[in-house]
């Protein structure tokens, strides 16, 4: 009789402890319920790319010497860089040059190499086509200005977390004048104490150099 009331005892106080954590997990989770959610609502919300973002590649015809430095960097010799001889001038003429976004793996190379800086990253992501071909881009397609999600009146630029104001690690409701944590280069110069340069030392006379 007394170890039937001590198993009962003890399975009461087991479901009052798992009546309590329940609540307590419970309460944890309404707790969020009242919290702003962090989705960034893709598309009419955007967050803005990193300054270093490797996007779709800018190129500007006018300036490349079609060395093909960057197809020898590019893991997979992906640009097509097509030039003639021209034998009257002994130069390279470039006829035609072309990059395949659906081959390319944006590393960089290319543009990292590049002696003419010709080739540029952009913060263009959205390369999505119907017909894979299209994504086979030539010198004009190349060339065209990327559009920017800051300019984009349709969306909505929110920053990413690394030039959010500090404390701040959501960037909804973060006011665009709040400057980034961290401060430029010339700000710290600002804060540094001034020094005078070193007085000239006046050059020694024919009489004391002796
Ligand atoms: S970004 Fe990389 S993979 Fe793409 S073309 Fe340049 S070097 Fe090649
Ligand atoms: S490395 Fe630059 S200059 Fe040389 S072929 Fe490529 S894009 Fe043109």
């Not at 106080?13 to 702003?36: C, E, I, K, N, W």
């Not at 002696?115 to 881009?137: K, Q, V, W």
């Not at 004009?140 to 984009?152: C, F, I, N, Q």
């Amino acid at each position: 009789m007394f170890g039937f009331l001590k198993k009962v005892g003890d399975y009461t106080r087991d479901a009052a402890g798992a009546a309590q954590y329940m609540t307590q997990g419970l309460a944890v989770t309404f707790d969020h319920l009242r919290r702003r959610p962090v989705t960034v609502q893709y598309p009419y919300e955007k967050l803005i790319p990193s300054e270093r973002y490797r996007g779709r590649i800018h190129y500007e015809l006018d300036k490349c010497i079609s060395c093909e430095v960057c197809v020898r960097v590019c893991p997979i010799n992906l640009p097509v860089v097509d030039w003639v001889m021209n034998k009257a001038t002994k130069k390279k003429e470039l006829r035609n040059y072309s990059i395949d976004f659906g081959v390319c793996i944006f590393c960089g190379n290319c543009v990292e190499y590049c002696p003419t800086n010709c080739l540029s990253m952009t913060e263009e992501y959205e390369l999505a086509a119907f017909d894979r071909h299209s994504l086979n881009y030539d010198n004009v397609a190349l060339g065209r200005l990327p559009t920017s999600v800051t300019s984009d009146p349709a969306v909505q630029p929110l920053r990413e977390l690394v030039y959010l104001p500090k404390g701040a690690v959501d960037p909804h409701g973060v006011p665009d004048s709040e400057p980034r944590a961290g401060r430029l280069p010339e700000q710290v110069l600002e804060t540094l104490p001034k020094i005078d340069p070193p007085a000239a030392t006046p050059a020694p006379t024919p009489e004391e150099k002796g």
